[in-house]
C-alpha cells in the first residue's frame, strides 16, 4: 500500500472566503484534516475552514503545540505532531494540516512538513493570504510602490534598528509585548506612519489608526504596518 501524501494549507487570517480554490479542492478531497489545538480547545485554522468548505465526515487530528520561548519545547511538539501525521500517512490516506496565514510565513506548518519530508514521505504546499496582504487591503494601503523595499519583522527583532530601515515594515507577533513595540515606533518617529489591525477579517476584528489609543489588552492577532517612507 502506499502511503499517503502530506498537504499544508494557508487558510488565511480570519475570513473564509479568502482560502483559495486549490485549498478547498484538497480540504475535500483528504480524508483526514489536522489542526492546532490550543489549550483551552480552540482549533481557529479549521474554524475558517469549515467556513468555506463542508468537513462533514472527515476525520479531524488535533495537534497541540507548546507556546514557549523554550526552542527544546517547541521542536518536542513539532516531533509528536510529525509522529501522529506520519502514522495516518502509512496507513495510506492523505492528510491536509491548515495554518493560519500562508504556510511559508511563520508557519507552525513548515515546521512539520520538514520532518514528514525528510522521513521521505510526498508533501506538497498551498499558499494562503498572508495576514499582512490581508491588513494592507482592510487599510486601503499599499505594501510596496516601485522602488519600495518591504521588511516583515517578528517581535523578537531588535525594533531600534529595524525601524530605521528604508521602506515599509510589517511587525508581527508582537502580543503582549505591543505596548512595547508602540513605544519603538514613538522612539523612531514612525507613530503617524503606522496602523493596526488585529483578528483581521473575523468576526472580532479592531482597526486602530492611532496607536495612541490602543487598549490595554490586545489579541495576540495583531498586525502593524509602518508606511515606507
Known amino acids: 500500500m502506499d502511503n499517503g501524501t502530506f498537504y499544508t494549507l494557508g487558510v488565511g487570517p480570519g475570513d473564509p472566503e479568502l482560502l483559495t480554490r486549490k485549498a478547498c479542492r484538497i480540504l475535500s478531497g483528504c480524508p483526514v484534516i489536522a489542526a492546532p489545538r490550543t489549550a483551552s480547545g480552540e482549533m481557529l485554522a479549521l474554524d475558517i475552514a469549515k467556513g468555506a468548505v463542508d468537513l462533514t465526515g472527515k476525520e479531524i487530528l488535533p495537534l497541540e503545540f507548546a507556546m514557549a520561548r523554550q526552542v527544546s519545547a517547541r521542536q518536542a511538539g513539532y516531533r509528536k505532531a510529525a509522529e501522529q501525521i506520519a502514522a495516518v500517512l502509512e496507513s495510506g490516506r492523505d492528510v491536509a494540516m491548515v495554518n493560519l496565514g500562508d504556510v511559508s510565513v511563520f508557519a507552525t506548518a513548515y515546521y512539520i512538513l520538514e520532518r514528514i519530508r525528510e522521513d521521505g514521505f510526498e508533501t506538497l504546499m498551498a499558499p494562503g493570504v498572508t495576514s499582512f496582504s490581508a491588513v494592507a487591503a482592510r487599510l486601503g494601503w499599499s505594501l510596496t510602490e516601485m522602488e519600495t523595499p518591504l521588511h516583515i519583522i517578528p517581535a523578537s527583532a531588535d525594533l531600534d534598528r529595524a525601524l530605521q530601515l528604508p521602506g515599509t515594515k510589517v511587525l508581527m507577533k508582537s502580543g503582549s509585548a505591543i505596548h512595547e513595540t508602540v513605544q519603538a ?45
Do not use: H, M, W
Open 185 to 229: 515606533l514613538e522612539r523612531a518617529g514612525l507613530l503617524d506612519r503606522a496602523a493596526l489591525v488585529a483578528d483581521c477579517g473575523l468576526p472580532t476584528e479592531q482597526v486602530y489608526r492611532d496607536l495612541r489609543k490602543l487598549p490595554e489588552n490586545l489579541s495576540y492577532f495583531a498586525t502593524i504596518i509602518v508606511q515606507g517612507a
